[in-house]
Structure formats: structure tokens, C-alpha cells
């Protein structure tokens, strides 16, 4: 294999303790995982009322008692933050981590959160607009001395962040519109991320990225290509196949439709087979979802009998 495959896993959040939280952390730290992630809502999905940690906050903790994973966000949208205050959050996080944070960008969806909490929701559109506006206002940022930006939704003149982040942080875009945020991670992204919902869609999509990146003259081999993807993990088969019962009616709609056919699950053995055929569309990255109350024990079995077999 030319080059390890990098394996993240999401943090408890929703309803969940920070003790939870960082035990996990730590846990998938010590395991050898490559990165932690959280996603940025203010709302519990599906449901207002569900306590959620805010992300930024919560990673900062996160960054002080780990030491090794990578910290990022699944995916940070458009008027939670002004882009310029988003920065400093984000330079913040990465000298507590001493360079370890990645920024997950998206155009957000769960209009209520947004709406409800006084942030502004446009259409479609206008909220990718809003993505590429940020995208340009976090690199001028995290890489000159002063940006001056003049856009339809944020502007900035001669803005400062100081520290500079310890290393500029990658950008992340996740989403799978091909007619827009794949052209925007063709001009920005460092990662493009499919999202867990369109995991059946990835050779297509990588296909359609190739083709946004010849577009914008950027070459393909330059950005990392990432799943989400809940992973269904067991010592046995039949353990598996009752696993991935509960998964499916948990998940329901599209996601749990397709788990059986398109999805990572089943002993050991075969979910290296199940990531191996991802590996092989061009996926470089997993961000991964353990299905589990407590998600360190199927971490702790794929961390000893899974990821070896993609590490250099």
C-alpha cells in the first residue's frame, strides 16, 4: 500500500457527559487512532431539546489531555461565527494542541438551530456563497499578516490573528453536491469528506472531484479524500448480523437502507474487506462512527485487528 490510511473516530456528544467525552478521547489516543472529531451543532440532531456541547469549546478541552490525535469538526458552517472570530477560535485550539487541528467546513442544514438562536439561514445558495467566503477570509488569515475580504456575506479589512496557528490547519469540506461544494474543495479544500449518507455514491463522487479539480487546474493527487461512515464491529459473525439489525432500524431512512449493502460492518475480517474496496475508489481517510453505547470497545478491536492492515 503507497501510503497509510488515516482513521478517525467522532467523540460522544449528544447526550452525553464531558467525562464521557474525554474518557474517550483519551482512550482513542492511546489506541493509535489518527484524529477526533465533533460535530458543530448548537442543537442536538434530530431534536432542539437534546443536550449537545458546543464544538470549538469542547475541542479545546479535548486538545489538553490528548497528545498525539488530530481535533476536528464535522463540519463548522457559515453565521454560527463570524469567519474572522472562527480564526482565533481556531489558532486558539491549535496552540493548546501544539498543531493539531483540522477545520471541517460545510453549508450546515438543520434549520432550526439557526433560526431559533438568531443566526442567519439563507437558501442553499447563498450558504455555500457564505462557505466560499469563509474558505477565502480563514486562509488569508491563517497566512498573512493583515486580510482585507470584501464579500456578499462577510467582510473584513486589514484583520489581524495573532498567534498564527502552529501549522495552518487543514481545510476540511464535507458534503456532496457536485455541482457546487465539490467545486469549492477542488479551490479550497485540503480534505474533501463524503458524508455517511452518500457512502453507496463514493466512486462516483471521487470521479466528479477528479473532474472539479482538472477545472479548476488543481491536481487530484493534492487533496485527501475521507468518509464518514458508521462502522459495525464484532468478534463473530453472528454477533455482526445482530449488531447491524439494531443499526439499521437506529439509523433508519437512507443511512440504515444501505449499511447492509454499501456499509462497514462484520467481523474483523471483513470490514478490512469493506474499507479495502473503499481504499481502492481512492478513499484516503475514514471518520468513523462505532455503533455502541460505549464506542471504545469496537474502537479498542479495530484498533488491534483492522487498522494494522492498511499501516505502512
Request: include cysteine.
Amino acid at each position: 500500500m503507497s501510503q497509510p490510511v488515516h482513521f478517525g473516530v467522532t467523540l460522544p456528544q449528544i447526550k452525553r457527559t464531558w467525562e464521557e467525552a474525554r474518557d474517550a478521547a483519551t482512550c482513542f489516543d492511546e489506541l493509535g487512532y489518527d484524529s477526533v472529531w465533533v460535530c458543530d451543532h448548537l442543537y442536538g440532531v434530530p431534536l432542539p431539546q437534546l443536550p449537545i456541547f458546543e464544538a470549538w469549546s469542547q475541542l479545546a478541552a479535548v486538545a489538553a489531555v490528548t497528545s498525539h490525535v488530530e481535533l476536528g469538526t464535522l463540519v463548522t458552517p457559515p453565521f454560527f461565527r463570524n469567519p474572522a472570530v472562527l480564526a482565533k477560535q481556531v489558532a486558539t485550539v491549535d496552540h493548546i494542541s501544539q498543531g493539531r487541528t483540522i477545520v471541517g467546513l460545510g453549508a450546515g442544514w438543520f434549520q432550526s438551530e439557526f433560526e431559533q438562536l438568531g443566526c442567519a439561514f439563507p437558501e442553499t445558495a447563498e450558504r455555500l456563497r457564505a462557505l466560499d467566503e469563509t474558505c477565502e477570509i480563514l486562509k488569508g488569515l491563517f497566512t498573512q499578516e493583515t486580510t482585507t475580504f470584501e464579500g456578499r456575506h462577510f467582510r473584513v479589512k486589514d484583520a489581524r490573528c495573532e498567534p498564527k496557528p502552529v501549522r495552518r490547519p487543514p481545510l476540511l469540506i464535507g458534503g456532496g453536491g457536485e455541482r457546487v461544494t465539490l467545486r469549492l474543495a477542488a479551490r479550497h479544500a485540503d480534505i474533501w469528506n463524503n458524508m455517511a449518507v452518500s457512502q453507496a455514491d463514493l466512486g462516483r463522487k471521487i470521479e466528479v472531484l477528479r473532474q472539479r479539480c482538472d477545472e479548476a487546474g488543481r491536481d487530484f493527487d493534492t487533496l485527501a479524500v475521507s468518509q464518514q461512515c458508521v462502522v459495525v464491529l464484532a468478534e463473530t459473525e453472528a454477533a455482526a448480523q445482530t449488531a447491524l439489525a439494531k443499526a439499521e432500524k437506529i439509523y433508519g431512512g437512507h443511512m440504515g437502507a444501505s449499511l447492509a449493502e454499501h456499509g462497514i460492518w462484520g467481523t474483523p475480517e471483513r470490514v478490512v474487506e469493506c474499507i479495502q474496496r473503499h481504499v481502492e475508489l481512492g478513499c484516503t481517510g475514514f471518520v468513523i462512527e462505532f455503533f455502541g453505547r460505549d464506542t471504545r470497545v469496537p474502537a479498542a478491536l479495530f484498533a488491534e485487528r483492522v487498522a494494522p492492515a492498511f499501516r505502512a
